[in-house]
């Protein structure tokens, strides 16, 4: 059974970091775009990163202090997050969309898979 599992939310305080990871079973990641989202309570889902194999997008909020990455080895994607700030608070999940589907828009339509979420809460 295919599927995507997240891991690495917690608590963190501002300034501080964290790193999430995308698991993959069932399934290879090569092919696939894999993109982070996040929703925040009483908030719309947004997207925060994707990675395909030729591009690389992240949200304007986010700039600059997440990185999103892959090993392929491990079937995993991982995105570093530093400098949080409490606004980067809700829960953050991954998709898989097969093929070239990184857009500056990080879209969440179409996602082949999606895994159930990690919390990250930014708080002092």
């Known amino acids: 059974q295919p599927q995507l599992v997240e891991s690495g939310g917690g608590l963190v305080q501002p300034g501080g970091s964290l790193r999430l990871s995308c698991v993959a079973s069932g399934f290879s990641l090569q092919g696939y775009t894999i993109s982070w989202f996040r929703q925040a309570p009483g908030k719309e889902r947004e997207g925060v990163s994707c990675?395909?194999?030729?591009?690389?997008h992240y949200a304007e909020s986010v700039k600059g202090r997440f990185t999103i990455s892959r090993d392929n080895v491990k079937n995993t994607v991982y995105l570093q997050m530093n400098s949080l700030q409490p606004e980067d608070t809700g829960t953050y999940y991954c998709?898989?969309?097969?093929?070239?589907?990184?857009?500056?828009?990080?879209?969440?339509?179409?996602?082949?898979?999606w895994g159930k979420g990690a919390l990250v809460t930014v708080s002092s």
């Open positions: 998709g898989a969309d097969f093929g070239d589907q990184c857009g500056p828009g990080i879209s969440s339509f179409g996602m082949d898979y």
């Open positions: 990675l395909s194999f030729r591009y690389e």
